[in-house]
């Protein structure tokens, strides 16, 4: 069973920035491809941005390209998500997922573990 640890939500004004942070145990973080999707009050699940296995392929959903950046440690089994210039729109609770596919499509939804979340809050 894989295990999540989110971290790095919080409240924060329009137009800044929080870093989020997603350590992995229980797997072999550096076979899964990582994503970051977000979930706001009444809205569906979306994508925000995914890393490939080794890092070296990264894709974003349109609303954040240039302001967020996915990054990954595979010797710390982590993923993180900068988060820049932070907008109210922003707010929702982003969750981590992992999948095992080697031609995943990042921005699919259909990954196979999932953290719980942490809330991030962007006050107008």
């Known amino acids: 069973q894989m295990q999540f640890v989110e971290s790095g939500g919080g409240l924060v004004q329009d137009g800044g920035s929080l870093r989020l942070s997603c350590v992995v145990s229980?797997?072999?973080?550096?076979?899964?491809?990582m994503g970051w999707f977000r979930q706001a009050p009444g809205k569906e699940r979306e994508f925000v941005a995914g890393?490939?296995?080794?890092?070296?392929?990264?894709d974003y959903a349109d609303p954040v390209k240039g302001r967020f950046t996915i990054s990954r440690d595979n010797a710390k089994n982590t993923v993180y998500l900068q988060m820049n210039t932070l907008k109210p729109e922003g707010t929702a609770v982003y969750y981590c997922?992992?999948?095992?596919?080697?031609?995943?499509?990042?921005?699919?939804?259909?990954?196979?573990?999932w953290g719980q979340g942490t809330q991030v809050t962007v006050s107008s």
């Open positions: 997922a992992a999948d095992a596919s080697l031609k995943k499509i990042l921005s699919d939804r259909d990954y196979d573990y």
């Open positions: 890393i490939s296995q080794s890092g070296g392929a990264t």
């Open positions: 229980g797997h072999t973080f550096s076979i899964y491809a």
